[in-house]
């Protein structure tokens, strides 16, 4: 069960009930937690999160209004249920239900430092202790199954000395039937082309009957999506977009979409209630709806960006040879390409297929799979960043299937030996 109740836990734990066999929701913990993508997909698979762990403020902001219900520590993990930690302490009563037997799922996705020269022993270099925090929290809280999640450009790290060495850690730790898989979020129905590196683990004693990644193959195949474009995902947004912060008319819209009906506030879909949705956003309105300012120059530049086309297509006197990526229009008839953090920086590379300016922060929440009801806060440099940072709530969805099927195939063979 959850710490503390919500209007957002009893209306999603309504809806989740609907698509669920019966018994009590699984129960997770989540860290590295950022606004929250990743665990809008695992409640959406019917868990119950437990607690939360995120560093940064912004995203602990977005997070706390998506998640009232969820305990959040906003913190360093490595103080994270450190009994003998004093900065602990006064956390600790807040998370008493946290605790080893109560936990079937912990999953995230430690930040990744990207350095392709390591030393001997990957996890006892300081660059990577947050890989070490990860399998310190599964080590005390033991849950029957893991997921953790990093771009891909990990499992190639040294050689893939980093990814053997993260294995051998899960096995010490007592997880030895892990599986490593590189998923796709357009096959989970976002309409994006992003790749993940998926980490998803069993503890020793409980025995799945199985190798991890045949399992995961197996019951992410039933998860799959037909591919959805960015005109599916977000054709029927306005051009014309906020002047500062402030919700805009929601429009209206007659396009037909599997994906717009999970996202569009007044639409039923498979996995969300128009009801839910609205609930979350608090109204019918359109929020995050803005994006950086685009001077005329820029904008008279994007004009002659066809849908699909980067840089290097203007003409010589237009782009000055630098970057291909610097200016990027995202096609309409494909999914997107990856939406980056770095958009927070520099939004170029991610030019509306149809209009003459970047897109919204809305637009990029759309192609990640957040719905309309899921608000960012902070500042709109912020918002780009955790959207970018997040783990498509849709492929989170599918991973949590997945996790949920494995707790179930468990509970069935522990009944069995009864
Ligand atoms: C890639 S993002 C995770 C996004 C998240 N999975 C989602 O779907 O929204 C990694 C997050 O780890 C957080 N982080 C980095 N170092 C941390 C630490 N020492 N303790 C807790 N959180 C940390 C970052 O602030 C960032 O939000």
């Given at each position: 069960m959850p710490l503390r109740g919500s209007v957002v836990s009893s209306l999603y734990s309504r809806r989740v009930a609907d698509q669920q066999s019966t018994g009590p929701s699984y129960r997770a913990v989540s860290l590295f937690s950022g606004c929250g993508g990743f665990c809008e997909g695992v409640r959406l698979a019917g868990f119950d999160t437990l607690a939360a762990v995120e560093l940064d403020r912004f995203a602990a902001q977005t997070y706390r209004r998506n998640f009232p219900e969820v305990e959040l520590f906003?913190?360093?993990?490595?103080?994270?249920?450190?009994?003998?930690d004093p900065a602990w302490a006064p956390h600790a009563s807040r998370f008493g239900g946290v605790a080893p037997g109560k936990v079937d799922l912990l999953f995230g996705g430690p930040p990744c430092q990207g350095y392709s020269q390591i030393g001997q022993r990957v996890l006892d270099d300081p660059r990577n202790a947050l890989y070490a925090e990860y399998v310190r929290v599964l080590t005390t809280l033991r849950p029957r199954v893991f997921l953790m999640e990093n771009v891909p450009n990990m499992l190639l790290m040294a050689k893939g000395m980093f990814k053997r060495q993260v294995l051998e850690a899960f096995a010490e730790a007592g997880y030895s039937n892990v599986a490593v898989r590189v998923v796709v979020a357009s096959d989970y129905g976002v309409p994006q082309l992003r790749r993940r590196a998926i980490f998803f683990g069993v503890r020793d004693e409980d025995d799945l009957g199985l190798d991890a990644g045949d399992f995961l193959d197996k019951t992410l195949e039933q998860q799959r999506q037909p591919s959805v474009t960015v005109r599916d995902g977000i054709g029927d947004l306005p051009e014309r977009t906020a002047e500062h912060y402030e919700p805009r008319r929601y429009p209206d819209s007659s396009r037909a979409s599997d994906v717009l009906d999970e996202l569009r506030l007044d639409r039923d879909g498979r996995w969300y209630t128009a009801e839910d949705k609205k609930a979350a956003a608090g109204g019918h309105k359109l929020h995050n709806h803005h994006t950086k300012q685009i001077l005329q120059r820029r904008k008279n530049l994007i004009a002659l960006l066809a849908p699909g086309a980067k840089g290097d297509s203007l003409p010589k006197d237009v782009w000055n040879g630098l970057r291909p990526e610097k200016w990027r229009r995202l096609h309409p008839d494909k999914p997107a390409y990856t939406i980056l953090a770095q958009m927070h920086r520099?939004?170029?590379?991610?030019?509306?297929p149809d209009f003459q300016r970047w897109i919204t922060v809305r637009e990029a929440a759309r192609l990640q799979?957040?719905?309309?009801?899921f608000v960012f806060e902070s500042s709109e440099w912020q918002m780009l960043k955790q959207i970018g940072n997040a783990v498509p709530p849709l492929l989170g969805r599918a991973l949590g299937a997945a996790a949920a099927a494995a707790l179930d195939r468990l509970a069935d063979q522990g009944a069995a030996a009864v």
């Open positions: 906003e913190g360093d993990v490595a103080h994270f249920l450190r009994q003998e520099d939004l170029s590379e991610w030019v509306h799979s957040f719905h309309d009801g």
